[in-house]
Each structure stands twice: as C-alpha cells, then as structure tokens.
C-alpha cells in the first residue's frame, strides 16, 4: 500500500492545507473526525456520520490515477470534486433543521468506483410552518424506561420495562387555531354543552372536546397531507417517556416538577378555563402541560395490565418491551395527564403515570348512572412522527 504522503510528492499537501485554508476561512465547522481513507478505491470504506449542526469529515484519497468526486444532495459539500494521485479533501454538510436525512458521495477512477455513506442526525427542535401556523416539535432521544408502575396498580398499572425508539413530539398541545385551520370548524360547533361558551374560541388555547375517532380520523388525514408526513398520536409508552423527561427523568410526580402549579393548569389555579398553550414551565425536555391543562389522547387501547397474558392465574410481564404500541383490540382508549378540572384532593389525573381510559367515540356513562355523558370535554391531544 502506497502511503498518502511522500517525501518526493508535495503537492497533495500543498492541497490539503490549501482546502483546510478554504474551510476554516468560512463559518467555523467540526473538523475533529478522523480521515477517512480512501484506499485504491478499495473495501474498507462504509460511512460517515454527521452531526445535526454544519460538520464536516477530511477524506484521504490513494490512487495513481485521477478521480472524480461526486455528491448525491446539495446539503453535502465538496472542497474538491477532482484529483490525480494521492489528494486530500473535505465532506462538509449544512446544518440539518429537519429529521436525520442520508446521502452518499460517490468517487471514481478509471474503472473502480466508491462509495460513502454520509448520515446526518436530525436537529433537537424542529419548526414546520402548516398553512401560516408555526408547529415545534422536539426530539426525543430514545432509550429504557420503567413505565408506570405503583402501589395503586388500578390508577398506574403493573411496573415494566420499556426500549423506545427516537421520535418528534410536540413541544405543545394542538389549539384551537390549529384544529380551525386543518377542520375548518371547531368541535365544539356540534356540541349542545359548548354553546356560548366564547373562552373556547381563543385561538392559543388547547382544543378540547375531541373524540379519538374524528382525530385519528378526520384530523389525522387533513393533517397529513398538508404536511405530507405522517403524524400520529404518541403511544401510551412514547407519552409517558417524553412526560417524565426522557433520558432526563428524575422522578418528578409531574411533568417537569415534584410542584403542581409550576406546570400545569388544574382546578385550584385555572379559574375554571384552559389557558394558552406554553404558559406554565415545561418539563427537562423543553414540553408543556403535560400534567394539565387538557389531558391527552394515545394511540392505544385501554388494558389495566397493559394486554399482558395471565395464565394460571398469574400475570405474565415481559422482560422488556420493543416501540410498544397496547393491545390490538378494546373497547376504550387511553387518555394521559391532568386537565384544568383536574381535582388533586380525589384524583390522582396529574400525575405523570395516572392511566385512564374513554370510548374512542367520547360517549359513555358514569357507573350507576343511566344517562348517556360525552366524556372528553376535557380532552386534547398532541402529536409524533418520526420521519
């Protein structure tokens, strides 16, 4: 193997220092990683892996002939797009304000060719812009929890393990400017109880009144093709890792503070309406009123013991679970966190692991009572995606 650098050959370092002139003269970027070699356009080359922010990696090209270097996206850069012999030059990328995105550069000589796999992370906090409406979403890094988990198995729910996977939520509930933009109207147009009722029409505040059908539905659909990406409702699990703040859990009670009024809206300090969305203190991943103003819509359906077997009478709870997504059918689905109307002294709906559950159509009764109730008056929701 010829190496890069000959005492007879100086050209190749006048080149380099020259590309490493024309860098660094620029916006300042991580040159840190280590070369990456191209040997006689060989096999040991695979891929580079890029930060979210604007980085760059130094490849080493050894050849006796010349080359040609090529870049499948305009997000990568190039300092040299041709060389002859042994050449030094820089992949550089732009910051990534998006998801995690891969492209390749591809380099040829004479009849060898090679390729290398540039993979660049998605950004921390993301910002869509949906019909003139600012979305944030944060990202959140994936990893094991415990989820759920308490003496009070009936509000919480037998302790598991859990390995989630990363994906975006919503720094905030959906508003009602939201909802209006996508649906057109409001929920509460069809809703007896809501009539009159102008507080709900406040633009920032977190639309309620929501039935799982329509938003998974209707909402989800609209929602989606505007934004030709595919947003969902969180999973039970993915709401409760990113309500406890992730890789950042400290065991809070709520979400973000062991202190109820730091972070949500509820009975005592709501006056009885939600609030504008973001008004209180977010938890340590950057999301709000995960323990109050509205509560929340998932995914999954409802099951105390979370779809586990039982048999011979014992309850059977897996070792660990993989991007859990509940049991495959039931017949109500859950609803986390607190809302505005949430009563500490005879519900514990607050609390980052309290688990309850509505019929995805919103009507149900109370036990013992005939009558009929729509019961997610209280309800909101927010999203995920993932890419």
Not at 78 to 97: C, D, P, V, Y
Not at 291 to 315: A, H, K, M, R
Request: overall charge neutral; hydrophobic content about 35%.
């Amino acid at each position: 193997m010829k190496s890069v650098f000959r005492k007879t050959r100086i050209a190749p370092i006048l080149l380099l220092l020259s590309v490493l002139y024309l860098f660094h003269s620029c916006d300042p970027i991580n040159t840190d990683k280590p070369p990456v070699l191209v040997d006689s356009l060989g096999t040991s080359i695979s891929s580079v892996e890029f930060a979210s922010y604007k980085d760059a990696c130094l490849v080493i090209v050894r050849t006796n002939e010349s080359w040609t270097a090529t870049a499948s996206a305009n997000w990568i850069s190039l300092s040299a797009n041709s060389g002859k012999g042994n050449t030094a030059f820089l992949i550089g990328s732009n910051e990534n304000q998006e998801f995690k995105r891969e492209g390749k550069v591809t380099i040829n000589t004479g009849k060898k060719s090679k390729e290398i796999k540039i993979v660049q992370d998605g950004t921390s906090r993301m910002v869509l812009n949906i019909l003139g409406i600012n979305i944030a979403l944060r990202k959140i890094e994936g990893g094991v929890f415990t989820m759920s988990g308490s003496d009070n198995i009936s509000y919480y729910g037998v302790a598991h393990q859990v390995t989630l996977s990363d994906f975006y939520i919503m720094e905030t509930e959906v508003t009602n400017q939201l909802w209006k933009t996508v649906m057109k109207t409001l929920p509460y147009d069809t809703i007896p109880e809501f009539t009159g009722h102008s507080q709900h029409l406040k633009p920032f505040q977190a639309v309620s009144a929501t039935n799982w059908n329509d938003v998974n539905g209707k909402f989800l659909t609209a929602f989606n093709q505007i934004t030709a990406k595919t947003f969902k409702l969180p999973t039970e699990a993915q709401w409760e890792y990113a309500a406890c703040g992730g890789k950042y859990y400290q065991g809070k009670k709520y979400a973000g503070s062991d202190k109820l009024d730091d972070v949500a809206w509820y009975y005592s300090n709501s006056g009885g309406e939600k609030h504008d969305v973001g008004d209180k203190n977010p938890n340590e991943l950057g999301l709000y009123d995960m323990s109050g103003n509205v509560s929340e819509w998932c995914s999954d359906w409802y099951d105390q013991n979370f779809g586990f077997p039982i048999q011979n009478n014992t309850l059977i709870v897996p070792a660990n679970q993989n991007d859990p997504i509940g049991p495959s059918t039931g017949t109500k689905k859950v609803v986390r966190g607190g809302s505005y109307v949430s009563e500490l002294m005879f519900s514990t709906d607050c609390n980052v692991k309290d688990r309850r559950s509505i019929k995805p159509n919103g009507y149900d009764m109370y036990e013992g009572n005939p009558r009929v109730f729509f019961m997610c008056k209280n309800t909101g929701f927010r999203l995920v995606v993932t890419q």
